[in-house]
């Protein structure tokens, strides 16, 4: 957990106690990286969703990513904002991020070439043509993000970076 906003530092939450803001996840890389996350994705997913997109198939899987991992996104940016994933200590949470967004990475991958390979220059419809291909390249950027995020997950999980010290759990009680 040695990347992970709050790990060097003494659980501050304890299971009884209300929700409080973390300010230095805000400033940290995976704060950052979700908050990028979050606004490529809705961006992503806004510049499909305001074409004909129902017209065709390809931009359905583009919604479906786009729109799942964004939901995602926040909720994971609220959970480490309001340090509730130390309320919630009996789950990995350096693991479930990483799984996270490799499978992002993974899907973003398959959608970003979707996107791509469906945006027609042709298109009866100049607007719907730029939005789409937009839309491919802010699916391009989020894919980078998410694997960006993937690595540095990884390393948090493998707790890379870290000593003994600072990777001990504390007591719970």
């Known amino acids: 957990m040695a990347g992970l906003p709050?790990?060097?530092r003494a659980r501050s939450a304890s299971p009884g106690s209300p929700p409080a803001l973390d300010g230095s996840f805000l400033v940290s890389p995976l704060g950052w990286l979700m908050c990028a996350q979050a606004v490529l994705?809705?961006?992503v997913w806004s510049l499909i969703a305001a074409t004909t997109y129902?017209?065709?198939a390809a931009y359905g899987w583009v919604m479906f990513v786009s729109?799942?991992?964004w939901i995602l996104t926040l909720l994971f940016f609220v959970i480490y904002l309001l340090q509730l994933h130390q309320k919630f200590y009996m789950i990995p949470w350096p693991l479930v991020l990483m799984i996270s967004n490799a499978v992002a990475t993974v899907l973003y991958i398959t959608a970003f070439v979707t996107c791509a390979a469906a945006v027609q220059?042709?298109?009866w419809r100049q607007w719907d043509y730029n939005r789409r291909a937009a839309a491919s390249f802010f699916a391009c950027v989020t894919m980078i993000t998410?694997?960006?995020s993937t690595f540095f997950s990884f390393?948090?999980?493998k707790g890379l970076g870290s000593n003994?010290?600072?990777s001990q759990v504390t007591d719970h009680a």
């Open 54 to 56: 129902h017209l065709h």
């Open 6 to 8: 709050g790990a060097s």
């Open 155 to 157: 390393r948090a999980w």
């Open 121 to 123: 220059p042709t298109s």
């Open 164 to 166: 003994a010290a600072t």
């Open 41 to 43: 994705g809705l961006l």
């Open 67 to 69: 729109l799942f991992f």
């Open 146 to 148: 998410y694997g960006v």
